[in-house]
């Protein structure tokens, strides 16, 4: 037995022991939250609350055995000062990377606009420039719904001829004159229709008895026939619809108008079907038959040959044909 053994009592040795345990338990614990510390301050990252270890659990592992209150006392505060001083400086590094990503993110948003009205208001040639290009500014003013203000300005060649462009007056005077023009027309045209002629015919039953009637130019077939009924007495039974009109082998039918023949200059192989300003015109061209004798003798030549009028033929090159199909020279 030593002579330190002699000098010390037991319970002074056990206590100096305990002592130098906790005050180790103490260094290890302040040593273990300055490493954590170290780690995330240099890593940047903020681990989740149910991985981090709580203050109690750190106390529990590191506090082994006996420990004044006091001291226990002192290392739970320490580990929660350290602790919220972790949070503040986790906390400020995460929002300030997120405020500058958001700043980032915005500035090229804007690059990417500025990229794509620079790529809209490219420079184009004019055609009659002579080489000299349109240009476009844009300027750092803005309206009031935040877009940019454009000014244009365009440089042409005072060399070229532009008497050939109308300005918009001269495409209103066009337009009055047009409109003259038309108005005229129609004055014309009813003029025109109001006009009175002498229509010379022969009333046909196989033979020809001429007759003569006057007519406005604007009055239809069936206004003539109904006047053509007074020459003959076996046409003033019956109605207008008892009567046709034939002129050039031509079945003129009633609602017809000699103002569209004369207007459209209809023709046949001897010549306009109406032309009044030809007083020795042959009046056996203009037939007026009655519809019964027509039904008798639609089989005999001539009217074997009749046919009514269709505005799609050009009857100055159609071929007379009998009804088997041989041709026929007589008109």
């Not at 270890?53 to 004044?68: P, Q, R, T």
């Not at 007056?169 to 109001?194: C, G, H, N, P, V």
């Not at 007495?233 to 008892?242: A, I, Q, S």
Request: proline fraction near 3%; charged fraction near 40%.
């Amino acid at each position: 037995m030593s002579l330190s053994n002699f000098a010390r009592p037991p319970n002074l040795q056990d206590a100096e022991k305990t002592g130098r345990r906790q005050q180790e338990q103490e260094d290890s614990a302040g040593n273990l939250l300055r490493n954590r510390g170290a780690a995330s301050s240099s890593t940047g990252i903020r681990e989740f609350e149910t991985q981090l270890v709580s203050v109690e659990d750190i106390i529990k592992n590191e506090a082994v055995g006996l420990v004044d209150r006091e001291k226990l006392k002192r290392l739970r505060e320490d580990l929660l000062a350290k602790r919220r001083d972790e949070e503040g400086t986790s906390r400020s590094e995460s929002e300030a990377a997120r405020s500058g990503s958001e700043a980032a993110s915005d500035s090229d948003v804007k690059l990417t606009k500025r990229a794509k009205k620079k790529r809209g208001l490219q420079k184009s040639k004019l055609s009659f420039a002579d080489g000299e290009e349109e240009e476009r500014e844009e300027v750092d003013q803005t309206k009031d719904d935040g877009k940019p203000v454009v000014k244009k300005r365009r440089k042409v060649d005072p060399t070229v001829d532009t008497s050939f462009l109308k300005t918009k007056e001269a495409e209103e005077l066009d337009k009055q004159k047009r409109e003259e023009l038309r108005k005229e027309f129609l004055r014309r045209q009813e003029e025109i229709k109001e006009e009175r002629v002498e229509l010379q015919f022969c009333y046909f039953d196989g033979t020809y008895t001429p007759g003569k009637v006057t007519i406005k130019k604007g009055d239809q077939i069936w206004v003539m026939l109904d006047r053509t009924r007074k020459g003959k007495k076996e046409l003033h039974r019956g109605t207008v619809d008892d009567i046709m009109f034939v002129k050039d082998n031509i079945v003129i039918p009633h609602h017809y108008d000699f103002y569209y023949f004369i207007l459209n200059k209809v023709k046949t192989k001897a010549g306009l079907l109406f032309d009044f300003d030809s007083p020795d015109e042959d009046i056996k061209r203009s037939k007026v038959v009655h519809r019964t004798w027509y039904e008798k003798n639609r089989h005999i030549f001539p009217a074997s040959v009749w046919q009514e009028f269709d505005p799609e033929v050009d009857y100055s090159t159609l071929v007379l044909r009998d009804n088997q199909g041989f041709v026929l020279y007589q008109q």
